[in-house]
Nanobody, 115 residues
Framework: QVQLVESGGGLVQAGGSLRLSCAASGIIFSINAMGWYRQAPGKQRELVATITSGGYTNYRDSVKGRFTISRDNAKNTVYLQMNSLKPEDTAVYYC?????????WGQGTQVTVSS
């Protein structure tokens, strides 16, 4: 069974930085796209950034220039470096990965940005 475990969330002041990690474990034959999504209270879950197995990245407009997604294929891990954080970035951040041709989600990690 495949599991995605996130870490790195927390409380930070506006303008600060956080780095999220998400590691896939279990019986893994292949990992294609990996990505980060977030869900704020009362809002729908939204895409933050994705990265393909070849390293092609995609970001939502509001985080471009502030967030960087990367992955370490040897460690089956995806990262999200978040800089210049804003209060509107406050949300539960979820990792998603296409592992063995199926989509898997992590349990989520809370990111809170105070003004």
């Amino acid at each position: 069974q495949v599991q995605l475990v996130e870490s790195g969330g927390g409380l930070v002041q506006a303008g600060g930085s956080l780095r999220l990690s998400c590691a896939a474990s279990g019986i893994i034959f292949s990992i294609n796209a990996m990505g980060w999504y977030r869900q704020a209270p009362g809002k729908q879950r939204e895409l933050v950034a994705t990265i393909t197995s070849g390293g092609y990245t995609n970001y939502r407009d509001s985080v471009k220039g502030r967030f960087t997604i990367s992955r370490d294929n040897a460690k089956n891990t995806v990262y999200l470096q978040m800089n210049s954080l804003k209060p509107e970035d406050t949300a539960v951040y979820y990792c998603k990965a296409r592992v063995n041709e199926y989509d898997h989600w992590g349990q989520g990690t809370q990111v809170t940005v105070s003004s």
